[in-house]
């Protein structure tokens, strides 16, 4: 098991609640990221960033933001969640490398927003 | 940008039996990886190729990597009820500067026991 925390497993919400999803990792590791997954579907990157003070948009467009304050700490906050925001939310970590990188995934946030 | 798609999307099989699920993608690759997923849980990682690898084994576990045609397979022999989750290839794909992965839309296997 890889050590990527996050919190909370399950989050049901009201539409335009603000909500901070939480993403730990103790490996040390420069690399994070945030992926949103619909069921079935592929992972598409949200966000992510390569250490201290470093935060880059994803592929995906997203109305969450992100913060890189500490290495092993990487939070995602939703201003005001809405019914599109429902989804699962995946955090991973990596070591910076020169060549192949291997992704270490948290057990995810799985988001309802009513 | 670069994805991989697994075929079939979904398997089902009977324990004991092999399982082979198929990834192409589209553009030049550094390396290609095997994840798994189980119910509502994260990504675990497999086994990687290199693109200048054609085949690799791990365990139950062998992955080959055809380059000339952008695609590669996940073969799980003697499958186990356990195996039953999602498996997404992930491509790194040259030309990015920041070692990206794309993942793939997944392939569901259920291990019948």
């Known amino acids: 098991e890889a050590d990527i925390y996050q919190t909370p497993r399950y989050l049901v919400i009201g539409t335009g609640k603000k909500i901070t999803l939480e993403c730990s990792q103790t490996?040390?590791?420069?690399?994070m990221y945030w992926y949103q997954q619909d069921p079935g579907m592929e992972l598409h990157l949200i966000h992510y960033?390569?250490?201290?003070?470093?935060?880059e948009k994803g592929d995906l467009s997203s109305e969450s933001t992100v913060s890189r304050i500490r290495t092993e700490h990487f939070p995602l906050t939703l201003e005001s969640a809405r019914p599109s925001h429902t989804s699962q939310y995946l955090c991973a970590s990596s070591e910076r490398r020169v060549d192949a990188e291997k992704l270490f995934f948290g057990s995810g946030t799985q988001l309802s927003v009513l | 940008s670069q994805q991989g798609e697994e075929d079939p999307q979904a398997l089902s099989i009977q324990e004991g039996e092999n399982a082979t699920m198929n990834c192409s993608y589209k553009?030049?690759?550094?390396?290609l990886q095997w994840y798994r997923q189980n119910s509502g849980r994260g990504l675990v990682h497999l086994i990687l190729?290199?693109?200048?690898?054609r085949e690799k084994h791990s365990g139950r576990l062998r992955v080959t990597l055809d380059t000339s045609k952008k695609s590669s397979s996940l073969l799980i022999t003697a499958s186990r009820a356990a195996d039953t989750a999602s498996y997404f290839c992930a491509t790194d794909a040259t030309g990015y500067g920041n070692n990206r992965l794309a993942f793939g839309k997944g392939n569901q296997v259920v291990v019948i026991p």
């Open positions: 190729i290199r693109s200048n690898e």
């Open positions: 960033s390569y250490g201290v003070n470093s935060t």
């Open positions: 553009t030049s690759i550094n390396n």
């Open positions: 490996m040390g590791h420069d690399k």
